[in-house]
């Protein structure tokens, strides 16, 4: 599927189907192909194949990269076709495993909003928040759903703004503040007959669209390949044309750092890291029907593996180990003075 092709022209059953395709052939990639697939089969009301789907990828939990990611989307679908007691306990273990990512957390706080649990909503964006942000000077961009989820309900709950709402209003970027977004009193006005009200909501509804477009303008983030030292050496010594466009291994690391750097501050949003290797390389090309030593191939190749679902996102947060693979934090490496 075309990242633009308008939703409503979507076969959703042929598009899971496809993806479940993909991901037999490329099982390395299977997690998140199939929670694409998964969800397409929400979308199309295949509510219980969706579960097939997530009860696959949980299977061997062992070889998932983020199995809470997993459990908490198995738990809001089971939660829309009246699995609700099941979908409780699974909430229940995401949230005792505290996990670092807060996309779970996010998931399964939206899925208590949303069954009008309003207060244990709160009580779990509030854990993610305490978990995520104690200490942390600037919110990464994934954290701030957290901080507006929390604020949303807080405004349903009519509780007072405290610190974290503050931050919530100052990351956010719409015109319309946040306090009007989440205003309870909204829903009233949608049957006004005033139609200066009518306007006004109009008004506030396309502010709110506007930030869900700019959030969803990318279905995956602009990558930069990374090579390890070892893939890199072997690449070189099969196709040493490309020593051109990698001198050295540390060069590499300080052109990928500097690229990064460089897009941020052009105002690039959700930029990632895929780490390539040479065999995954020389099949990409095969399937181009080109020579590996063709350096056009290369961005191609990283456009790919993204859009595989193989992006790490960068910058790390704070405190994570960096990008690179040398069991450093990021701030004492790659991330502290530009290279």
Known sequence: MRPDTPAENVDHSAEAARLERTAGLYPEDAEALLLQAAAHLELSDARPAATALYDRLLSTPDSLENAPLVRALKAANLWEYDHEAEARAIIDGVRTTAPRDPAPWVIVAESLESHDELEAAHDTFTEAATLLLTDVAEPPRATHPVLFGRHRVRRMLGLPHDEWDARADTLHSSSVSLDELHDPKRVWSLGSDNPAELEAE???????????????????????????????????????????????????????????????????????IVTATVPSYEAFAASEGSSPSDTTLLPQYATTLAARGRAVAWPPQRGSECWCGESEAYDACHGGSAS
């Open 202 to 272: 109009i008004s506030r509804l396309r502010a709110e669209l506007g930030t869900y477009r700019e959030a969803l303008s990318r279905p995956f983030p602009v990558a930069v390949l990374h090579w390890p030292a070892g893939e890199l050496t072997e690449l070189l010594s099969a196709y040493p044309d490309l020593a051109t466009e990698y001198p050295s291994h540390p060069e590499h690391l300080s052109t990928i750092e500097s690229s990064l750097r460089e897009l941020s501050a052009s105002g690039t949003a959700n930029l990632g």
